[in-house]
């Protein structure tokens, strides 16, 4: 059974940092892009950025580019998401998802827009303080 778990949200002031990791369970994770998605009130879903192992290939939204940074570790089925330079904006839920496909940056970038064919986790919540 394919499973994902965000874990790492909190409370943080403006200008702070958080890292959220995905551990992931059920499936070759090498053979998986990753991607971290969030939902704040009121809006759609936005992809902002995705990992592709085997690719070496990573992308991130315009949104988060600069400030975020996405990893993983291979050896623990977990994908993470180093944020810093944290904005009041950046209060959401935050998920992580998986697909079975090694995709180029491009690819990562079409992937989060749909989210297509995706594994869902729970959320982990996200609160930035002005």
């Known amino acids: 059974e394919v499973q994902l778990q965000a874990s790492g949200g909190g409370l943080v002031q403006a200008g702070g940092s958080l890292r959220l990791s995905c551990a992931t369970s059920g499936f070759p994770f090498g053979n998986y892009a990753i991607g971290w998605f969030r939902q704040a009130p009121g809006k759609e879903r936005e992809g902002i950025s995705a990992?592709?192992?085997?690719?070496?290939?990573?992308y991130y939204a315009d949104s988060v580019k600069g400030r975020f940074t996405i990893s993983h570790d291979n050896a623990k089925n977990t994908a993470y998401l180093q944020m810093n330079s944290l904005k009041p904006e950046d209060t959401a839920v935050y998920y992580c998802a998986a697909t079975e496909a090694e995709l180029s940056t491009w690819l990562l970038r079409q992937w989060v827009a749909t989210a297509a064919a995706a594994y869902w986790g729970r959320g982990t919540l996200v609160t930035v303080s002005s």
């Open positions: 990992i592709s192992s085997r690719e070496g290939s990573i």
